[in-house]
């Protein structure tokens, strides 16, 4: 990670979105873990839920050993979908989607991926090193936050569906989507938490914005230039700690 930009980002997201707003935090594949213990989960356990952590500082990386959801692990990339998955959805426990048939063919479109390493490692933005080297930036913010990175992804864009809102679980939407974008060469940002059962781990009015770091790279750049300057935003600002 090039702690110039760090740094830059740290400066201008507090000019521009608020001081007290929260840092991003990031994530990336690589084979040695953040902490000295490997998470072993005792019972079921959201990651999303784990995040919060990460979000108030603390750097952890999770192995296919730490993920006890068997969603969350394929949604890492570290295992296939468990059977079932299309009852489950449907008529089983989360009644999600009509009936298996239509689960079974939203389950098919599904970007599922073999995690490239043995873990999967998450930093808040301002605890990231220059060995680091983060693969997609991930903001849980309130709606006026939300308008200002939105409007940023989509400022160097002509294409209005530059920012993706797919119909995914909360781990699909930060994790895997965004992921598979990453390895695109004008990847998209991804709008998520909409799962209902991934709210309860995290604040109210709060949903997610993913974005492959080639995206944020870019947005850090065009930042100064951008409607951040205005007049307009700095109302909206202003109201953000609020």
């Given amino acids: ?8 980002f740290i400066e201008k997201f507090g000019k521009y979105f608020g001081e007290e707003t929260d840092l991003p935090i990031a994530f990336w594949y690589g084979n040695d873990p953040l902490q000295e213990e490997e998470i072993r989960p005792k019972n079921w356990m959201c990651i999303i839920g784990q995040l919060n952590r990460i979000r108030k500082g603390e750097s952890l990386s999770f192995s296919a050993d730490s ?4 969603g969350g692990k394929t949604y890492c990339g570290f295992s296939e979908f468990m059977p079932g998955l299309a009852d489950f959805l449907s008529t ?14 939203v389950i098919n479109q599904f970007p599922v991926y073999n995690a490239p390493a043995k873990y999967i490692s998450f930093k808040r933005w301002d605890q990231l090193l220059e060995e680091d080297e983060p ?7 309130k709606p006026d936050v939300l308008s200002g990175l939105f409007t940023l992804s989509n400022y160097d864009q002509s ?22 974008e990453s390895q695109k060469e004008n990847p998209k940002a991804i709008l998520g938490m909409f799962d209902v059962s991934a709210r309860l781990y995290v604040p109210a009015n709060t949903l ?3 974005i ?7 947005m850090i750049a065009n930042m100064d230039e ?15 700690s609020r």
């Fill in 159 to 180: 294409e209005l569906q530059s920012t993706i809102v797919p119909f995914s679980s909360g781990c699909g939407s930060i994790i895997t989507f965004p992921y598979q």
């Fill in 226 to 240: 951008s409607f951040l300057a205005t007049d307009e935003w700095t109302k909206v600002k202003n109201r953000i």
């Fill in 208 to 210: 997610s914005l993913a």
């Fill in 212 to 218: 492959p770091m080639k995206k944020m790279l870019d």
């Fill in 67 to 70: 993920v006890s959801c068997g």
């Fill in 1 to 8: 990670m090039n702690i110039n930009v760090k740094e830059s």
């Fill in 135 to 141: 693969e997609v930036v991930i903001f849980f913010a």
């Fill in 92 to 105: 089983g426990k989360e009644r999600y989607l009509q009936n298996p048939e239509i689960a079974q063919k």
